[in-house]
């Protein structure tokens, strides 16, 4: 059974992210995710309860949580990454590079368009 066969897509997402960016805090992964602060409060608590995440203080502000990987965090993550190298590596199959980084680029600015309020 894979290591995270039991998990959300979100969930998977969210260690990933925090692979990538170590220590962010609960707003910053929020913010990062574009999932709402009670959504992920919830997720990390279910993460940091199977031991794939863990909440460290700060070093510069003890009032600051650090959110970080643990246990078999690290490799939910890579699988996550690699599931989803496979997947774009299907979705761009007979687009060029140039193609491809159009699309990306493309899509950011349509997610920029509808997340900004009227």
């Known amino acids: 059974?894979?290591?995270?066969?039991?998990?959300?897509?979100?969930?998977?997402r969210a260690c990933a992210l925090l692979a990538a960016v170590p220590g962010r805090s609960l707003s910053?992964?929020?913010?990062?995710?574009?999932?709402?602060?009670p959504a992920v409060s919830r997720m990390v608590e279910r993460l940091?309860?199977?031991g794939l995440v863990r909440r460290d203080r700060s070093r510069a502000d003890r009032r600051v949580i650090c959110l970080n990987l643990a246990g078999r965090g690290a490799e939910v993550a890579h699988q996550?990454?690699?599931?989803?190298?496979?997947?774009e590596a299907k979705a761009f199959a007979g687009f060029s590079v140039a193609e491809a980084s159009l699309l990306r680029t493309m899509?950011?600015?349509?997610?920029?368009?509808?997340?900004?309020?009227?």
Do not use: H, K, Y
């Not at 059974?1 to 998977?12: G, H, N, V």
């Not at 996550?80 to 997947?87: C, D, K, L, P, T």
């Not at 920029?112 to 009227?118: C, D, I, V």
């Open 48 to 50: 940091a309860a199977a």
């Open 107 to 118: 899509l950011l600015r349509i997610e920029a368009n509808a997340s900004t309020p009227p």
């Open 80 to 87: 996550f990454e690699a599931a989803v190298a496979e997947f």
């Open 28 to 37: 910053e992964l929020a913010e990062a995710a574009r999932i709402g602060l």
């Open 1 to 12: 059974m894979s290591p995270s066969s039991d998990l959300s897509f979100a969930e998977q």
